[in-house]
């Protein structure tokens, strides 16, 4: 993810790794999806703990007053769209601005009625407990990237901007429109983390039980957990770091950011079907085919989605959409409790992006 993060330096564990500084790909660890692991540190923590908090007093009809917080307000949400949009254009960061708004997001039980127990988007993986989850290592470089962002726009919450970086992303390489809602509500501490293992892991005994247990666990089915593997087409795999992939490819070997690695894909910052397409053609020695992609085409119910996708980029486009919403709202408490929705009118819903031209990054 269900996993899912690229440019370039030598960075210290003790030193916060610049924007331009930090290797920002979608890449797999332990988990399905995963990122070049880069040690968090206390410096980084303080860093996300010193956030605003906007509090409003409300008295109820009993006449008693309660604090709560309020979540994001809609014009910032707008501006820091923007704002992510130009900080893509620059960074190449897509793959992992994307992983992070699913790792928040992807720790939800439906087991668990009481919010934050159950996990979800809340904003929790900006603590330095939950960073140091073994699936979530490295996504401190995409908490550095947005936190410029977010200090701008302090009537953002972190749960709804991770969740709205991961959108803009998709939509900004190529991907669908996705039909997001916000308005979600952060935590406040880091006792509110849920616990480590939430989270897939990318080279599990049985890939397809694996993956269902831990997907059914969220609420999604089948034909979610394919349509959501598809973000694969994007980001790359680095073995020093994560344990999968080749050092270098002829696809990686030029960057965007810092060469090397290993793609799931040819041109892997553009968002299209050919992750479905590579993996069903086997062809490529130099395109990332790991457990959890291979059980796609290998287990039966899977595999009718996982075809579908490779003939048909358009029923991708679609179930993708609606799988990344669903996700993006996994556990979150919203305020107000229908959210809050940034693009209203019908033309926005039906849009067709343009498929973003994959750059070298290279002048």
């Known amino acids: 993810m269900a996993a899912l993060g690229g440019a370039t330096a030598a960075v210290s564990s003790r030193i916060l790794p610049s924007a331009t500084g930090a290797s920002l790909s979608l890449s797999s660890s332990r988990s399905f999806f995963s990122f070049e692991c880069l040690r968090s540190s206390p410096r980084i923590s303080n860093l996300f703990l010193n956030q605003r908090r906007v509090l409003e007093v409300r008295v109820s009809s009993r006449g008693y007053g309660t604090v709560s917080a309020v979540a ?9 769209r923007e704002d992510i949009k130009e900080l893509l254009k620059t960074k190449f960061s897509h793959p992992i601005l994307i992983r992070l708004g699913w790792h928040d997001a992807g720790t939800y039980n439906k087991n668990i009625e009481e919010w934050p127990q159950r996990g979800g988007a809340n904003g929790s993986l900006r603590f330095e407990v939950e960073q140091k989850h073994a699936a979530n290592a490295g996504l401190v470089n995409a908490l550095k990237l947005l936190q410029p962002i977010k200090d701008k726009y302090s009537g ?70 394919v349509a959501l593997s598809g973000a694969h087409t994007l980001g790359r795999s680095r073995p020093d770091r994560s344990g999968w992939g080749k050092p270098e490819t002829k696809y990686t070997k030029d960057g965007p950011g810092a060469p090397g690695g290993q793609s799931w894909t040819a041109q892997w910052l553009k968002f299209d079907n050919s992750y479905f397409k590579d993996i069903k053609e086997k062809k490529d020695e130099d395109l990332l085919v790991l457990p959890t992609d291979a059980a796609l085409f290998d287990d039966p119910s899977f595999k009718v989605y996982a075809e579908k996708y490779a003939q ?25 409790p229908e959210g809050i929705v940034i693009d209203r009118s019908p033309s926005a819903q039906g849009e067709k992006f343009v498929a973003a031209k994959y750059s070298s990054g290279k002048e």
């Open 156 to 225: 953002v919450t972190y749960a709804d901007l991770f969740q709205l970086a991961g959108a803009t992303a998709v939509e900004e390489a190529g991907g669908p429109k996705i039909p997001m809602k916000y308005g979600r509500v952060d935590v406040t501490s880091p006792e509110q983390c849920p616990e480590e293992g939430r989270l897939p892991d990318a080279g599990p005994p049985s890939p397809a039980d694996h993956l269902r247990q831990v997907f059914y666990r969220m609420g999604l089915n089948d034909k979610e957990i």
């Open 72 to 80: 994001s307000d809609l014009d910032q949400l707008k501006n820091a």
């Open 312 to 336: 048909d980029q358009e029923a991708f486009f679609k179930d993708y959409a609606e799988a990344h919403a669903k996700l993006s709202n996994l556990g979150a408490k919203f305020d107000p």
